[in-house]
């Protein structure tokens, strides 16, 4: 059974940082593309970053240079590093898995492994 497993969430100030981290167990997906999204209050879930097997990364405009996705493959863990945080960032954050190792995805549809999510709260 494939499970996706997220920590690190919390409440922090504006300016502050947190780090998100990601376990995964039942698969091997050291090939794989793996991603955060977030989701606010009715809001859809949006794409935050990614990364692949080989450590390219992308990332949503509204983070970059603020955030930093990372995985260490031999423990198949995937990381959010979350510097500068606005208020604006708070949401729901999930991490999700790739089933297809061959492509890097921005749309929530293009993953198949989901997380429960951890709360992130920036105040102001």
């Known amino acids: 059974q494939v499970q996706l497993v997220e920590s690190g969430g919390g409440l922090v100030q504006a300016g502050g940082s947190l780090r998100l981290s990601c376990a995964t167990s039942g698969h091997t997906f050291r090939r794989n593309g793996m991603a955060w999204f977030r989701q606010a209050p009715g809001m859809d879930r949006e794409f935050v970053a990614a990364?692949?097997?080989?450590?390219?990364?992308i990332y949503a405009d509204s983070v970059k240079g603020r955030f930093a996705i990372s995985r260490d493959n031999a423990k198949i863990m995937v990381y959010l590093q979350m510097n500068s945080l606005k208020p604006e960032d708070t949401a729901v954050y999930y991490c999700a898995a790739d089933d297809d190792s061959r492509r890097l995805g921005r749309l929530p549809r293009e993953y198949e492994y989901w997380g429960q999510g951890t709360q992130v709260t920036v105040s102001s």
């Open positions: 990364v692949t097997g080989g450590l390219v990364t």
